[in-house]
């Protein structure tokens, strides 16, 4: 199985920051990436897909970047909603997530 | 508009049964694959299975493949989780979610449940 690796595993961040997350993956899956954010308690919510697609209602300070093994999730400018868990995920062959990284509040 | 809602989940014994179910409205099951992903408490995300637009195809993850069935039924437009000899470790909160295509080959979850809890305990 494909192993997805994130970095951080947490960060501490304020309103206004440049955040960026790590996602690196076992072996090449192209553009096969998608990334989530999970606010504790509620569903996970498609942020990105195929690296670097914003899906449709997600603003624009989220962006993606990568290929291959390693991909980037940018927030620009750190909003109050935004601290929550990102995940990433290939879905290159048996789909799997990353394990999380949790943005706090500074 | 799309809503997935779960039900099916509680308290079961190891070595029990359970049946989950996801019904989908604003879209027709038979249109996309679907797929179920679970959340222990306190951990992260873990894909367990799909299910393809035809109903034919499926796929499981290596930690339930035998013990889980999926399978839906389009009338009803309703996604299942057959859940077989529970373990402890399957405790968690499971998902379903609406599976999207770009390109016709790169897959995302585009919508999700709410989700539904599983405890396994004695």
């Known amino acids: 199985d494909i192993q997805m690796t994130q970095s951080p595993s947490s960060l501490s961040a304020s309103v206004g920051d440049r955040v960026t997350i790590t996602c690196r993956a076992s072996?090449?899956?192209?553009?096969?990436l998608n990334w989530y954010q999970q606010i504790p308690g509620k569903a996970p919510k498609l942020l990105i897909y195929a690296a670097s697609t914003l899906q449709s209602g997600v603003p624009a300070r989220f962006s993606g970047s990568g290929s291959g093994t390693d991909f980037t999730l940018t927030i620009s400018s750190l909003q109050p909603g935004d601290f929550a868990i990102y995940y990433c995920?290939?879905?290159?062959?048996?789909?799997?997530f990353g394990q999380g990284t949790k943005v706090e509040i500074k | 508009q799309v809503q997935l809602v779960e039900s099916g989940g509680g308290l079961v014994r190891p070595g029990g049964s359970l049946r989950l179910s996801c019904t989908a409205s604003?879209?027709?099951?038979?249109?996309?694959?679907m797929s179920w992903i679970r959340q222990a408490p306190g951990k992260g995300l873990e894909w367990l299975s799909y299910l393809g637009s035809s109903g034919t195809i499926r796929y499981y993850a290596d930690s339930v493949r035998g013990r889980f069935t999926i399978s839906r039924d389009v009338a009803n437009n309703s996604l299942f989780l057959q859940m077989n000899n529970l373990r402890a470790e399957d405790t968690a909160v499971y998902y379903c979610?609406?599976?999207?295509?770009?390109?016709?080959?790169?897959?995302?979850?585009?919508?999700w449940g709410q989700g539904t809890l599983v405890t396994v305990s004695s």
């Open positions: 995920q290939q879905t290159y062959s048996t789909w799997t």
């Open positions: 072996q090449s899956i192209s553009n096969y």
């Open positions: 604003g879209f027709a099951l038979s249109d996309y694959y």
């Open positions: 979610a609406r599976v999207s295509l770009m390109a016709t080959i790169i897959y995302y979850f585009d919508y």
